[in-house]
């Protein structure tokens, strides 16, 4: 079993749609936990940070870690045509010093 | 805030050729840096850690001698790939964590397309 599973899509949603993300991990040891948003021939561009379990807002983003199923998801509410882009999750344990463990990604395309 | 460059974008060359990346945190200091690697359609896969100031720690698997990593300041670290092959053609990412705060997140640069003929 992988460290960390996330299915990598495609997914296909129309525009002003609810977008659910998700990944799940085995390391209990994760505390840190992140979303990452990558567009085609870009560097990952950091969406949301949590630390340990709960929900956290920003925007039209909602990112929620649930640390008893080892299970992250990101919500996009609203989505839009520039939300397509591949969506990635990693996580970090505490006192790792920063090594994050990705998943491979899932690629989101919002139709307009 | 927390912007990362990453230089150049975009390299051809020969084969043999010996090619640098720089890295650079333009709003934060960094003592640590990481470069990444990462084929199509994959996850990105961690090289080694650059810390400032002292040598860099590699991945299993990842030859030190091949990939060149120094981070002589707080902003700046650099990946040489040297006598590139064709094999080392990938997509090349830096990442950098501020250096100030506890805990602090990744922040990644646009990344290197190599491309070795």
């Known amino acids: 079993q992988k460290e960390v599973e996330q299915d990598p899509g495609p997914l296909s949603v129309p525009e002003g749609a609810i977008v659910s993300l998700n990944c799940t991990y085995s390391?209990?040891?994760?505390?840190?936990f992140m979303w990452y948003r990558q567009y085609s021939r870009k560097g990952p561009e950091l969406l949301m940070y949590?630390?340990?379990?709960g929900n956290k807002e920003d925007g039209r983003f909602t990112a929620q870690v649930d640390k008893s199923s080892k299970y992250i998801s990101l919500f996009i509410r609203d989505s839009q045509p520039s939300d397509s882009a591949t969506y990635l999750c990693?996580?970090?344990?505490?006192?790792?010093?920063?090594?994050?463990?990705f998943g491979k990604g899932t690629k989101l395309s919002v139709k307009p | 805030g927390a912007v990362v460059s990453q230089h150049p974008s975009w390299v051809i060359c020969k084969s043999g050729t010996s090619v640098k990346i720089e890295c650079r945190s333009l709003?934060?200091?960094?003592?640590?840096m990481f470069w990444y690697r990462q084929f199509p359609k994959q996850s990105l896969m961690l090289m080694a850690t650059?810390?400032?100031?002292?040598?860099?720690?590699?991945e299993q698997g990842v030859e030190k001698d091949k990939f060149l990593i120094n981070h002589a300041s707080l902003t700046l670290s650099t990946l040489t790939v040297t006598s590139a092959h064709p094999e080392d053609s990938s997509f090349y990412i830096c990442?950098?964590?501020?250096?100030?705060?506890?805990?602090?997140?990744?922040?990644f640069g646009d990344g290197t397309r190599l491309s070795i003929l």
């Open positions: 709003d934060f200091q960094a003592t640590t």
């Open positions: 990693a996580m970090s344990a505490r006192g790792s010093q920063g090594n994050l463990i």
């Open positions: 990442s950098a964590r501020p250096t100030v705060g506890a805990n602090q997140p990744q922040h």
């Open positions: 949590t630390y340990s379990s």
């Open positions: 650059s810390n400032e100031g002292s040598k860099a720690t590699y």
């Open positions: 390391n209990s040891a994760f505390q840190y």
